[in-house]
Every structure is written in C-alpha cells, then in structure tokens.
C-alpha cells in the first residue's frame, strides 16, 4: 500500500504541473505573444506580479493586453517511468531488419514484448526473423518508408489492427552520411535531414495522440549517435542532424511532463551490425555470389559491442524512463570536454548582468529536467541491461 502512495504523489504533482504550464502557455499563444515579449512576461509573473496591474499597456502604444497569469512552479521530482512493464506490451522499430535496430527488436521480443519490425528490404527481413526466438508473443513485419509522412498514419493503423494499442516507437532509422556540411549536395542534405530527423517528428505526430489516447505508459526513443553529443569526426551533416534529433527529445521531456509518455535520446557508440555474430551460423543475407568486403581495420572478432547488448540497454533505459541512454563510457572524457568548453566560453564580467535582463530571461535561465534527470541518475541500479525494474 506505501508504495503505490509513494507512486502516486509525484504522478499527481506532474500532471498538475503539466496542466498549469499547458494553461500558462495557451494564454501566451491568445494573446498572440511574441519570443521575446513572453520572455518579459515569464519574468513579470514570477519576480513582480504583486506590483503589476491586471492590465499591461504594449510599450509600442497599442491596445491594452491582460497580464498572463503566473507560470508554475517546477516539480521537485522527475517523471516516474510511464512505461515500466514491457511484457504483453506492443513496439515498434522503424529499421529493426539489420544492425542495432534488429537488436532493438530482438531485445524486446526476448522481454515479452508484441514487436512490429519495420524493414524496407525483403532479403534482410528473411534473414532477420529466423532470430527471434519461438514462442515469442508476436512479430509483425510492417514495409516503411519512414520519410513518407503519410504512411505514418498507416503503419499506425496496422499496428491497431494487429495488436490493438501501440505503447513503444524506437525510431532507428537513419542514414551515416560522410558528407561535410561544407560540401554537400541539396539533395544529400534533404535526405539526411528527412531520415535523421523529419521521420521522427514524423511519428511523434501521429503515435503521440495515440498514446495519450489510450493512457496505459508509452515511449519514444530516438536512435541518434554519440555524434548527437560529441561531433568528434568530419561528418557535418550527420552530426548535425543527429544533435538535433537528441534536441527533439528533450523538448519532448519538457512538454510531456505530467503524461503517460517518456522520451529518451539513445546515443550509441561502435555497434556491430550483423546480428548473427556468435550464433555460429552464417548470416543468409550475406550471399557468397557478393563483392568481397574490404580488408577489415582489425584482426578477430569486430570490437563493437552486440547489438542485442545494445537493444537490452534501450530497454533498461525505457523501464527507466532515462532521458539519455548512453552505452560506451568511452567517449564521455571527449563529451565532458565539449561541455566545459561551453562553459568555458561564459564571459566573465566585472559587474553583473543586469537586474531587468534577468528577470525577463529567467524561465529559460534552466531547464528543469536537467536537474530532475541529475537526482534520477543518482540512484543505483543493478544493471543497465536488465528489464526487471
């Protein structure tokens, strides 16, 4: 009984707090507020809205506009996690024929999960599920071009069809382009943008309402990179559009704060691609009349890490609700330098910034979910692999 009380005291300060900033900022869109007036306004409402007027002439000499009433104040806890129990609960992985995605797939079929694999290539599909394991609670191949807006809607309505409700999208697809963004064509840059990033707004656009629909906890992960965070290579147009993929997420986490959806940027390291590596048979789709490979940059086994490794830790991250999923400890001397070098840049002024700019500024001072996902982080866990929370 304690900890369904414990349970439910964060989720009732969350969906206040959604409810009251959803409010805060739908006064802001009627009142047809522009960028840098709202920012006056969310410093008026907090720091001296005991002494405004109810009313506020525009500095311009236009109509009396009312005040906005003032914004909530930020929850003290992070988002308990909406979707905790994969078992029996339904997924969907945009690329899961090969590579990571497949592990994605593969990792959540093994965790009692109802999994829609969506493929473009039909030889990589027949290759892929003889890997699943009988038995399993279901797998639905779904066809789609996840760059076609349209079939989003579809794909969502096959998936009812199937299983009913969808309650997990992984979107995985993506295109490593080497292009430089200072040498690009249009259309490579189109491409990359429409798969990298557009096809995950994409979804958000059509499954979210879904899942708010039907409330049982629901997910949505972005495959991006450690490019996302680190652009440590000369790939402009994939670093670019992979930071702004992680962007995507966290401005989700922002707005959906409250609700029965969490979001996560999953940003992977080296990951092998074939899936068959260590099962002792021959990868099909690998066909002996292909062009030999090139000679390979290491000796033995390839040093990525599993792709079943991978999709366990999306899992763990999902049951979670982590708002960044990293897998390769690796990289975080490189990441770590790249914030400091942020910080670094602050200027350092003799005297302090002044006292009005503050306060018109302060709602974007900080984002809350930094700090809440700082003290989420901080509590241990077992591992990062396993899917019993």
């Given at each position: 009984?304690?900890?369904?009380k414990?349970t439910?005291?964060?989720l009732?300060?969350?969906?206040?707090f959604?409810?009251e900033?959803r409010?805060?900022?739908?006064e802001?869109?009627?009142?047809?507020?522009g960028?840098?007036s709202l920012l006056?306004?969310?410093g008026?409402?907090?720091f001296?809205?005991?002494?405004t007027?109810?009313t506020s002439p525009n500095?311009?000499?236009?109509?009396v506009?009312?005040?906005?009433a003032?914004p909530?104040?930020?929850?003290t806890?992070?988002?308990?996690?909406?979707?905790?129990d994969?078992k029996g609960?339904?997924a969907?992985?945009?690329?899961?024929?090969?590579?990571?995605?497949?592990?994605?797939?593969?990792?959540?079929?093994?965790?009692?999960m109802?999994?829609c694999?969506?493929?473009?290539?039909?030889?990589?599909l027949?290759?892929?599920?003889?890997?699943?394991?009988?038995?399993?609670?279901?797998?639905?191949?779904?066809?789609?071009?996840v760059?076609d807006?349209?079939?989003w809607?579809?794909?969502?309505?096959q998936?009812?069809?199937?299983?009913?409700?969808?309650h997990?999208?992984?979107?995985n697809?993506?295109?490593k382009?080497?292009a430089?963004?200072?040498?690009?064509?249009a259309?490579?840059?189109d491409?990359a943008?429409?798969?990298?990033y557009?096809?995950?707004?994409?979804?958000v656009?059509?499954?979210?309402?879904?899942?708010?629909?039907?409330g049982?906890?629901?997910?949505?992960v972005?495959?991006?990179?450690m490019?996302?965070?680190l652009p440590g290579?000369?790939l402009?147009?994939?670093?670019?559009t992979k930071i702004?993929?992680?962007?995507?997420m966290e401005?989700l986490?922002?707005?959906?704060e409250?609700?029965?959806v969490g979001?996560?940027?999953?940003c992977p390291?080296?990951?092998?691609?074939?899936?068959?590596l260590?099962?002792?048979?021959q990868?099909?789709f690998?066909r002996?009349?292909?062009?030999p490979a090139a000679?390979?940059r290491?000796t033995g086994p390839p040093?990525?890490?599993d792709?079943?490794?991978?999709?366990?830790?999306?899992?763990n991250?999902v049951?979670?609700n982590?708002?960044?999923?990293?897998t390769?400890?690796e990289y975080?001397?490189g990441t770590q330098?790249?914030?400091?070098?942020?910080?670094?840049?602050?200027?350092?002024?003799?005297a302090?910034?002044p006292e009005?700019?503050?306060?018109?500024e302060?709602r974007?001072l900080h984002a809350g979910?930094?700090?809440r996902?700082?003290a989420h982080?901080?509590k241990?866990r077992?591992s990062?692999?396993?899917?019993n929370?």
């Amino acid at each position: 009984m304690s900890s369904k009380k414990e349970t439910s005291k964060p989720l009732l300060e969350l969906e206040r707090f959604a409810a009251e900033r959803r409010r805060f900022l739908s006064e802001g869109a009627v009142y047809g507020i522009g960028a840098a007036s709202l920012l006056a306004e969310f410093g008026v409402s907090r720091f001296a809205r005991a002494q405004t007027p109810a009313t506020s002439p525009n500095t311009d000499g236009g109509a009396v506009r009312p005040m906005m009433a003032p914004p909530p104040p930020e929850p003290t806890v992070s988002q308990p996690a909406p979707l905790h129990d994969l078992k029996g609960k339904v997924a969907y992985i945009t690329a899961s024929s090969d590579g990571i995605g497949l592990g994605i797939a593969r990792a959540a079929s093994a965790a009692g999960m109802k999994v829609c694999v969506g493929y473009r290539n039909e030889e990589r599909l027949k290759a892929a599920l003889p890997l699943f394991k009988d038995g399993n609670a279901g797998v639905f191949p779904i066809k789609h071009d996840v760059t076609d807006r349209d079939a989003w809607a579809k794909v969502l309505e096959q998936i009812k069809a199937q299983y009913g409700r969808l309650h997990l999208v992984v979107n995985n697809a993506g295109i490593k382009t080497f292009a430089r963004v200072s040498g690009v064509s249009a259309q490579d840059w189109d491409n990359a943008v429409a798969v990298n990033y557009t096809a995950t707004y994409n979804s958000v656009a059509v499954c979210l309402p879904h899942m708010l629909e039907h409330g049982e906890g629901s997910h949505i992960v972005v495959t991006s990179s450690m490019s996302g965070l680190l652009p440590g290579g000369p790939l402009g147009v994939y670093t670019a559009t992979k930071i702004a993929a992680v962007g995507l997420m966290e401005a989700l986490r922002v707005e959906l704060e409250g609700t029965t959806v969490g979001t996560s940027a999953f940003c992977p390291g080296g990951v092998n691609t074939d899936n068959y590596l260590g099962t002792g048979e021959q990868n099909p789709f690998h066909r002996s009349d292909a062009p030999p490979a090139a000679a390979p940059r290491f000796t033995g086994p390839p040093p990525g890490m599993d792709p079943m490794e991978a999709g366990e830790r999306v899992l763990n991250g999902v049951i979670n609700n982590d708002l960044f999923i990293l897998t390769h400890p690796e990289y975080m001397p490189g990441t770590q330098q790249r914030f400091d070098a942020m910080l670094d840049s602050e200027p350092v002024e003799s005297a302090p910034p002044p006292e009005n700019r503050v306060k018109m500024e302060t709602r974007v001072l900080h984002a809350g979910i930094y700090a809440r996902e700082i003290a989420h982080r901080k509590k241990k866990r077992k591992s990062y692999r396993s899917v019993n929370v």
